[in-house]
């Protein structure tokens, strides 16, 4: 296993990493930005045809591994669609992905998104999902299984295309804090997630959450089920990631979590002292992992997140200067 992989399994296992901080994107837009360009995805590749995208997705994982060579990525997460965002790929091409990037033998984890696990909705049934939660939970219950037995699969093969950690996203909480109810929560969310989670093991694969949110009152039970970390630990929700990590000590990997927004609007120095700050509070003990609190969107200034990553190679070892 490369150092950089080593790092970030370290820090999911909930060990301190050797040498230095792991650095992961959950969603990370700016391929071109550091590679000149040729990075193929979204509606340009649903526009290609059959042999196109062959070639289009070997291109892109040699990108992708110039790019986090450059950058210093210990995992690089597959493209999917978390929105109608450039960067989506339909999910069978994903796995062909991330089979070429298993045969270049990359030195970082290779991480894809995956479902099973209920989350509050983002589409127009908002509503409606809220009066079932309370009218129908038989029905809804239906509705966690059958969402749980297609996220299993899913693992499968992950593992099968060599894919070595996954995330679900399943966001549990708004910015004044969970969205479901305790009763709901112990039915409907968190049996599932901890059986997601069994699967992810069986499969070989690093279990990780994503949710956004103000998750404080639910960080206990989010580890009871497992989970080797967590991703977001939402700034604008008011998750102090620091309080975050005293409360959790070495028992959930905090992943993330320089402000999404401020890499988009900040300066260069406002950034670097943001990641350094964070750095110096989290870092100690292991079991963090430097990220975006979500994605890193097109748009984003590129010297803005170089400044996170010079910071990050100034402030992140572990050794001994």
Not at 91 to 104: H, K, N, Q, T
Not at 143 to 169: F, P, T, W
Request: charged fraction near 20%; charge should be negative; aromatic fraction near 8%.
């Amino acid at each position: 296993m490369g150092v950089r992989k080593e790092q970030l399994v370290s820090a999911l296992e909930h060990r301190a990493p050797s040498r230095h901080v792991p650095l992961w994107e959950l969603h990370f837009h700016l391929w071109n930005a550091f590679s000149g360009g040729g990075f193929v995805s979204g509606r340009d590749y649903l526009n290609l045809s059959t042999a196109e995208r062959d070639r289009a997705l070997h291109r892109d994982a040699l990108i992708m591994i110039q790019v986090a060579d450059h950058l210093g990525f210990s995992g690089v997460t597959i493209p999917d669609s978390p929105w109608d965002c450039v960067y989506t790929l339909p999910p069978e091409d994903r796995l062909v992905l991330a089979g070429y990037l298993r045969a270049e033998s990359p030195d970082f984890l290779i991480i894809a998104g995956c479902g099973g696990v209920m989350a509050i909705p983002d589409s127009p049934d908002y509503v409606e999902f809220c009066y079932r939660l309370m009218d129908a939970p038989d029905e809804v219950e239906k509705q966690c299984e059958a969402k749980l037995q297609n996220g299993l699969q899913s693992l499968q093969r992950y593992a099968d295309c060599g894919i070595e950690a996954a995330y679900v996203a399943a966001d549990m909480a708004d910015n004044r804090g969970p969205f479901f109810s305790g009763s709901q929560m112990d039915r409907f969310i968190l049996p599932y997630l901890a059986r997601w989670t069994e699967g992810a093991r069986k499969a070989g694969i690093l279990p990780i959450l994503h949710t956004d949110g103000n998750v404080m009152d639910l960080l206990e039970d989010l580890a009871a089920t497992g989970i080797c970390g967590i991703q977001a630990l939402d700034p604008v929700a008011g998750m102090d990631i620091g309080e975050v990590k005293a409360a959790m000590g070495n028992r959930l990997c905090l992943c993330g979590n320089v402000d999404c927004g401020a890499l988009i609007r900040s300066s260069p120095a406002q950034i670097h002292e943001l990641t350094k700050d964070l750095l110096l509070s989290c870092k100690p003990g292991g079991c963090f992992v430097l990220g975006a609190s979500n994605a890193v969107v097109d748009g984003t200034p590129k010297e803005n997140y170089e400044a996170m990553v010079r910071a990050w190679r100034e402030n992140g070892s572990y050794r001994s200067p």
